[in-house]
């Protein structure tokens, strides 16, 4: 009997690529006392941060030159570096700090965008459908949020600023209410700290896996009405040449929906890439200018 089909295999890190007719790439992984780790998405995670940064430096230098940029290419790079600027780092920090932050934020917005891309890429995978990437990306940007408040405003000022003003009339009783709801909401807005940066890797997470098993499950019904190790008794009961049938229209139809929903999946990459990248903006204007 074959090998059953994993739904998550192509969403889970491991130590080979498996291709067409049975070929797999072997021994992505490496030894550390005496444990073995997969080091699959740790090469396609250096290839984006790889290309990411080459992409940058490139641009980086002829817009330097001050010359108007050609070709599609340095268009595309640029648009999206302006894009960045004027759609996520000024609405989301204020225009008198964005420009300090954009080179992170355009790092962060493209490296996740090309992750995402890459599970679009036949054998590869999506490192950001593995929480232990995302809760990577929303560690680091935890440290961010979290040091400009303190830089802005000290480390005292800022812990401070956690603590709503809470005014009570009347009594003793309405005194003691009013300690109980302020350290309340205290405990709460820094509890909302960790939360924030929890909420980042899930739901980057969660988006990135359902939309890629999503397409792996549609593409599954092709396999299930053909395979002898996938029995399905209506259909094994029609015979050889209604099978044949069925697999044929089936076929067709998952081709063609998988079609349509890659399409899908492409903007739903720059749409996470992007929505990652806009709350990490308005967590650092948050930071830097607290509400109370």
């Known amino acids: 009997m074959a090998k059953k089909i994993d739904p998550f295999a192509h969403v ?35 290839a984006a941060a790889l ?10 230098r002829k817009m330097k030159n001050g010359d108007p940029p050609r070709g599609k290419l340095w268009n595309l790079v640029e648009s999206l570096l302006f894009f960045v600027r004027d759609k996520i780092a000024i609405p989301g920090i204020g225009e008198h700090d964005a420009r300090a932050y954009v080179p992170y934020l355009t790092s962060l917005f493209l490296f996740i965008f ?21 809760a990577a990306l929303a560690l680091v940007a935890f440290v961010v ?27 003793a009783a309405m005194q003691i209410f009013g300690v109980v709801l302020k350290w309340g909401m205290a405990a709460l807005e820094y509890l909302t700290a960790f939360i924030r940066a929890t909420v980042l890797a899930v739901r980057l997470f969660a988006n990135m896996l359902a939309g890629h098993t999503a397409l792996f499950m549609i593409l599954f019904f092709i396999v299930l009405v053909s395979s002898p190790d996938y029995k399905i008794d209506f259909v094994a009961k029609q015979g ?11 076929s067709i139809f998952s081709v063609g929906l998988v079609t349509a929903l890659s399409l899908l999946e492409l903007f739903i990459a720059g749409l996470q890439a992007f929505i990652f990248t806009f709350l990490t903006a308005v967590y650092i204007g948050l930071a830097k200018h607290p509400p109370h």
């Open 12 to 46: 889970v890190d491991s130590d080979h690529i498996e291709f067409f007719g049975g070929m797999e790439l072997q021994g992505l992984d490496y030894h550390i006392g005496g444990h073995t780790v997969p080091i699959k998405f740790i090469l396609f995670i250096t």
């Open 51 to 60: 290309i990411v940064g080459g992409s940058m430096i490139w641009v980086g």
């Open 114 to 134: 090309m992750m995402n891309l890459m599970g679009l890429v036949p054998f590869l995978g999506s490192p950001t459908a593995n929480i232990m990437v995302t």
């Open 145 to 171: 949020i979290h040091t400009s408040g303190v830089m802005e405003m000290g480390t005292q000022k800022y812990l401070k600023s956690f603590i709503p003003h809470v005014h009570m009339e009347g009594g």
């Open 240 to 250: 050889e040449g209604v099978q044949n049938v069925m697999w044929g229209g089936m």
